[in-house]
């Protein structure tokens, strides 16, 4: 159904970019993704990334239809829409920002970083290592016998081990897995902005050897799409 299409396109969108920052509200987003209306005090960027983010998931779903391989040229690919007409990102403490420079599509080629929920700063993989590891990822994908679930899970977290990319990783991490769920006949899973501390927390423990609670997570959110669905479904018959 085009409703149920529409409800998750904007709640994913939603979701994902505020878990990144993005300020724009659940309904301007709604509002600018149907209508085009924007807002007062929100920035070219942050719509940037609602429209870009909004026509990834088209993308997504021509890549099933035409049965696209994932690929490390379809992930570049994606990160390209990902950050289409987005070429620089902050970085730095929030006192002393710097500008850097961005190139969609493209690996990092400088070493990033975090700093942790619980103030430690956490390494990416190296810019060197990150063609090996990108490598090795795509192979796990498109080779293994997990259960796909589990498969999207894991993959969603080598993905953020690596951060293969200068800014985008979170979003397109989350895209990855849903390609790989909707591949396999399953809904996307939109995890919701106001539960980020616990999957950050989720990714934290697989940091530290332990993924198990990253993919029971991701496993309740597969069953909190269905629900999504059934809920749609409903509103509909009451119309």
């Known amino acids: 159904m085009e409703v149920i299409d529409e409800k998750f396109k904007i709640d994913w969108t939603y979701n994902s970019n505020a878990i990144e920052g993005?300020?724009?509200t659940l309904q301007e987003t709604a509002f600018f993704l149907q209508h085009g209306l924007t807002s007062k005090g929100k920035t070219l960027k942050e719509y940037l990334e609602a429209q870009n983010h909004a026509e990834a998931i088209d993308?997504?779903?021509?890549?099933?239809?035409?049965?696209?391989p994932i690929s490390?040229?379809?992930?570049?690919?994606?990160?390209?829409?990902l950050l289409k007409?987005?070429?620089?990102?902050?970085?730095?403490?929030?006192?002393?920002?710097?500008?850097?420079?961005?190139?969609p599509g493209k690996y990092k080629n400088q070493?990033?970083?975090?700093?942790?929920?619980?103030?430690k700063i956490h390494k990416y993989c190296d810019p060197l290592?990150?063609?090996?590891?990108?490598?090795?990822?795509?192979?796990?994908?498109n080779n293994s016998d997990l259960h796909p679930v589990e498969l999207a899970a894991l993959a969603h977290y080598r993905f953020v081990a690596i951060h293969?990319?200068?800014?985008?990783?979170?979003?397109?991490?989350?895209l990855l897995m849903n390609l790989i769920l909707m591949k396999n006949g399953y809904l996307p899973v939109v995890i919701?902005?106001?539960?980020?501390?616990?999957?950050?927390?989720?990714?934290?423990?697989?940091?530290?050897?332990?993924?198990?609670?990253?993919?029971?997570?991701?496993?309740?959110?597969?069953?909190n799409s269905l629900q999504i669905v059934v809920n749609v479904i409903n509103e509909e018959y009451k119309n």
């Open 111 to 119: 070493p990033n970083h975090v700093i942790t929920m619980n103030g």
């Open 129 to 141: 290592k990150v063609p090996e590891e990108m490598e090795k990822l795509v192979r796990l994908i």
């Open 59 to 68: 993308l997504l779903k021509e890549i099933i239809k035409e049965e696209r």
């Open 192 to 223: 919701k902005n106001e539960l980020r501390e616990e999957y950050y927390r989720a990714l934290m423990k697989a940091d530290e050897g332990n993924t198990e609670d990253f993919i029971n997570l991701i496993a309740k959110d597969t069953e």
């Open 22 to 24: 993005n300020t724009l």
């Open 72 to 81: 490390e040229a379809l992930i570049k690919e994606l990160h390209a829409l």
């Open 85 to 103: 007409g987005i070429n620089y990102v902050w970085v730095g403490p929030k006192d002393n920002r710097v500008k850097k420079d961005i190139t």
């Open 164 to 174: 293969p990319f200068d800014d985008g990783n979170g979003r397109l991490a989350r």
